[in-house]
């Protein structure tokens, strides 16, 4: 159950690398891009991922300091293919979407550009806790957008943050120590020019 949240911290930090072309700014193509988790259960691992989620990025090739992403996710929006677990992740619990119905991402800067690589570092805010995070970025490239006017960019990004950071699931007792504390994030992104 732990493995939701930290799965919408990684798709936050993809969205603001994802362009290799000239200045331009994107929005998130929610139809073709995904924000998903891992995280240990006992022995085995489950996934899921975030179905609704929004935000946009801006990229200059040459110029990663001019990179920038905001996203928002959300968090009633969890999606582990278990309604019973994906219900319970909603509750006080873990996520307590009535009290907080959004996770944020906003970056910060970026590091370490290695040709098509990056390190993209950003302040997430899930469950009311905000915490920087940094995310290995891969960004796959601008082209034309074969299904109408402007350009396409893609990227994808991973990452790793603690369920306990912020304040996410049991800290003690028997179900603390069935569910890991580390969540694995994949994040894949396309934009569309605005």
């Known amino acids: 159950m732990h493995l939701s949240r930290k799965v919408v911290i990684v798709g ?3 969205l603001s690398l994802g362009r290799v072309g000239r200045a331009a700014d994107f929005n998130i193509d929610p139809y073709h891009s995904s924000v998903s988790f891992r995280i240990k259960h006992v022995i085995g691992k489950v996934a ?13 090739a040459g110029k ?4 920038a992403a905001v996203a928002t996710i959300d968090a009633a929006s969890i999606n582990t293919n278990i309604e019973k677990r994906d219900n319970h992740l ?8 009535q009290k907080f119905p959004t996770l944020a991402f906003k970056s910060t800067s970026i590091s370490d550009v290695q040709g098509d690589r990056a390190k993209l570092h950003g302040d997430l805010t899930m469950h009311g806790v905000t915490k920087p995070v940094v995310l290995d970025l891969e960004i796959a490239g601008e082209v034309k957008d074969p ?3 402007g350009t396409r960019a893609g ?3 991973t990452g790793h943050v603690s369920r306990l950071d912020f304040g996410i699931g ?4 028997p179900l603390a120590g069935a569910i890991g504390t580390d969540v694995e994030m994949t994040i ?4 569309v020019s605005k």
């Open 48 to 60: 899921g991922r975030f179905d609704k989620f929004s935000g946009d990025f801006s990229f200059e």
């Open 188 to 191: 894949e992104i396309e934009g």
């Open 90 to 97: 909603r509750t006080p619990d873990f996520f307590d979407i």
């Open 155 to 157: 990227a994808t990004a």
């Open 12 to 14: 936050f930090g993809i």
């Open 64 to 67: 990663p300091q001019s990179w």
């Open 147 to 149: 299904m109408g006017k």
């Open 170 to 173: 049991p800290s003690s007792g």
